[in-house]
């Protein structure tokens, strides 16, 4: 069910990247959607309180912490005797970043004009990198935790990643670093990404 489950992941984040890159290729049409996200968000939530609490929230997805909380579970898993899983977690925050970097640097696209940003942020804007950790981190930690708990935990891990994972691609539009294809784009990718790894290193049969 699991392997099913995340086979058809796989599948619909493959056809979304591919329906959002060519759709990249119309350049003006979709960063005019784009602007038009952007500016209904921060008129849903305006304000400086606002502002500083998605300059805190985007962290969730940022090396600084995404990097020590999956060294943490993964040394727990290593202790816990769950190999898979734990090489499943580094191969998934890996990948991730290393496949990002790949596609920013072939599809060039650049970030929002910095006068409307609330934050700064260097490099190229899609994907978002931000958003697809926070899918392949959070993700993997929801599947871990659905291996070793129960259904009541399942569904508490779930519904936390999820949580997670949209709240980081929000704060990248509302503090104006992503479009919201880059956004997109970032949480096909994550999911993609863990939707193979996890295959490969917890569900498919021993040798």
Request: proline share 2%; glycine share 10%; charged share 15%.
């Amino acid at each position: 069910m699991l392997a099913t489950a995340l086979a058809l992941a796989a599948l619909s984040a493959i056809a979304g990247l591919f329906v959002l890159l060519a759709a990249l290729g119309r350049g003006r049409d979709i960063t005019t959607t784009d602007r038009s996200i952007a500016d209904g968000l921060r008129d849903l939530a305006p304000g400086e309180a606002m502002t500083s609490a998605m300059r805190v929230l985007t962290h969730l997805g940022a090396t600084d912490v995404a990097l020590p909380l999956g060294l943490l579970v993964a040394l727990l898993l290593y202790r816990a005797g769950d190999r898979r899983a734990m090489v499943a977690l580094i191969g998934a925050y890996a990948a991730t970043q290393a496949i990002v970097t790949l596609v920013k640097v072939i599809v060039e696209r650049a970030r929002p004009d910095s006068a409307e940003a609330f934050a700064t942020a260097g490099g190229y804007a899609f994907p978002s990198g931000h958003s697809a950790t926070a899918v392949a981190l959070y993700g993997a930690l929801a599947l871990i935790a659905a291996r070793h708990g129960g259904a009541r935990a399942r569904r508490l891990a779930i519904g936390v990643a999820v949580t997670l994972a949209v709240l980081v691609g929000i704060t990248r539009v509302y503090l104006g670093v992503h479009y919201a294809s880059d956004v997109l784009a970032g949480w096909l990718l994550g999911g993609l990404v863990l939707a193979v790894v996890w295959r490969l290193a917890v569900t498919r049969p021993a040798a």
